[in-house]
């Protein structure tokens, strides 16, 4: 049996492996791994909130400590999350409808979900794994709201890349490390405790608002609109 200090290493490399078969498919690989190298940091500062009430997983360097499996997940999920729809459904991009970019109102948007995270977890001390999902969909349904196009992307985004997360936390969590959440986890909280085919419902509903959010940056930020898919010729 592998050592559990593993576990985390073999969940990041799990999730590059998904990362790998989005990047192939791809049209904007240099845009993906920018986004990647991004999500990559924010992966190491996310431990600041996740580490005080969520888990404390064991890395190469010890348990709960920042690990390089904290950048190897950031840059997966930022990746796949933001790429998938675009690599699978070969949607082109509307130039007729582009609009200006909106860099100040994104950096404000990311603003908000640093500063909800850091107000309503560590300070008023409410479990991350409820302020995590709350905010990641209060973002989304703004996002919604100004880019009712993005809906539906973000939606298939959303329940794809919960697709590929069971299927890696059943491998992961059931088959090589199936004492892990119990062992690192901090997780005794309604709802978010609770277990599908042995993965926490926290789990769930993190990656899936994460990916809802995330697949709407590139649209939101640079104005870009996808072509409406034509009807199938008869």
């Known amino acids: 049996m592998l050592d559990d200090k593993y576990a985390y290493l073999t969940l990041s490399l799990l999730y590059m492996l998904a990362w790998l078969v989005v990047f192939i498919k791809s049209p904007w690989k240099s845009g ?17 909130w996740y580490f005080q009430d969520y888990w404390r997983p064991p890395t190469l360097f010890g348990v709960g400590i920042v690990g390089i499996e904290d950048y190897i997940i950031g840059f997966a ?13 070969k949607r082109e991009i509307d130039y007729d409808r582009q609009t200006p970019a909106k860099n100040k109102d994104f950096f404000f948007l990311w603003l908000i979900g640093c500063l909800s995270l850091t107000v309503f977890s560590l300070i008023f001390k409410i479990h991350s794994g409820y302020v ?11 996002i919604w709201s100004q880019r009712p196009d993005l ?23 059931q088959i090589l490390f199936p004492h892990f959440w119990d062992t690192y986890g901090m997780l005794d909280q309604p709802i978010l405790g609770q277990k599908i085919i042995g993965i926490p419902f926290s789990e769930i509903l993190w990656h899936f608002s994460w990916a809802i959010l ?21």
């Open 132 to 142: 995590t999902f709350l905010t990641f969909m209060a973002l989304a349904v703004y």
């Open 32 to 48: 993906m791994i920018k986004v990647g190298a991004v999500g990559g940091i924010m992966g190491v500062l996310a431990e600041v």
């Open 77 to 89: 999920l930022f990746g796949v999350g933001g790429y998938i729809h675009s690599s699978f459904t």
């Open 151 to 173: 809906i539906g992307l973000s939606l298939i985004s959303g329940f794809a890349t919960l697709g590929i997360t069971l299927i890696i936390y059943y491998i992961n969590f």
């Open 214 to 234: 995330c697949s709407m940056f590139r649209g939101y930020r640079n104005g870009v609109y996808y072509k409406e898919k034509k009807p199938a010729e008869a």
